[in-house]
Antibody, heavy 123, light 108 residues
Framework: QVTLKESGPVLVKPTETLTLTCLVS??????????VSWIRQPPGKALEWLAH???????SYNTSLKSRLTISKDTSKSQVVLTMTNVDPVDTATYYC???????????????WGQGTLVTVSS | SYELTQPPSVSVTPGQTARITCSGE??????VAWYQQKPGQSPVLVIY???KRPSKIPEQFSGSNSGGTASLTISWTQDMDEAEYFC???????????FGRGTKLTVL
């Protein structure tokens, strides 16, 4: 059974660094066809892709947020971590991690999603 | 940057067919996926590779992709199909996942 579960702070102050962890089970982060992305959704708004990490540890980032984001993984712990620096109230959102199925290292679709974690940025 | 355009809303009466579109430059050359999201829930994959259905998704959901427009078709629409629907593709040129802004399907 594949599951993903996000964890992290509920409340973060502006200018601080946000660190989120995604614990996966039911598959290995070293599986060549699997990668993990972070996606966020401000209240009442659309999904916004943030970053992706491939099984071979290559990373891709949303170009508009790239300078603030770092994605990494620990395969032995089945964890994917996202850090976002210098947060602002506009970063208030539900943050999801999701498994992405890839064919020949071309990411295709998200077949499993975590439940999401709501992060509020406020002083 | 690459964009996927969806209509903000679509309305349908129960039992009728709903069609939600997603347009983008040369979209027919990309693999398109569709997600259903109900209030307070995580998105659920309903269509992948343009027209493939995951095993747990009912056959009333179908998809197509040609001429720059991908479509999600929901046949025999029911109240439980009322949700937000997002299209998604991978943009090779920027190595980015792209989402449409979502379409709210209302079952009248």
């Amino acid at each position: 059974q594949v599951t993903l579960k996000e964890s992290g702070p509920v409340l973060v102050k502006p200018t601080e660094t946000l660190t989120l962890t995604c614990l996966v089970s039911g598959f290995s982060l070293s599986n060549a066809r699997m990668g993990v992305s972070w996606i966020r959704q401000p209240p009442g708004k659309a999904l916004e892709w943030l970053a992706h990490i491939f099984s071979n540890d290559e990373k891709s980032y949303n170009t508009s947020l790239k300078s603030r984001l770092t994605i990494s993984k620990d395969t032995s712990k089945s964890q994917v971590v996202l850090t976002m620096t210098n947060v602002d109230p506009v970063d208030t959102a539900t943050y999801y991690c999701a498994r992405m199925f890839s064919n020949n290292y071309v990411p295709d679709f998200f077949d499993y999603w975590g439940q999401g974690t709501l992060v509020t940025v406020s002083s | 940057s690459y964009e996927l355009t969806q209509p903000p809303s679509v309305s349908v009466t129960p039992g009728q067919t709903a069609r939600i579109t997603c347009s983008g430059e040369r979209l027919e050359r990309k693999n398109v996926a569709w997600y259903q999201q109900k209030p307070g829930q995580s998105p659920v994959l309903v269509i992948y590779y343009d027209n493939k259905r995951p095993s747990k998704i009912p056959e009333q959901f179908s998809g197509s992709n040609s001429g720059g427009t991908a479509s999600l078709t929901i046949s025999w629409t029911q109240d439980m199909d009322e949700a937000e629907y997002f299209c998604q593709a991978w943009d090779t040129s920027t190595a980015s996942v792209i989402f449409g802004r979502g379409t709210k399907l209302t079952v009248l």
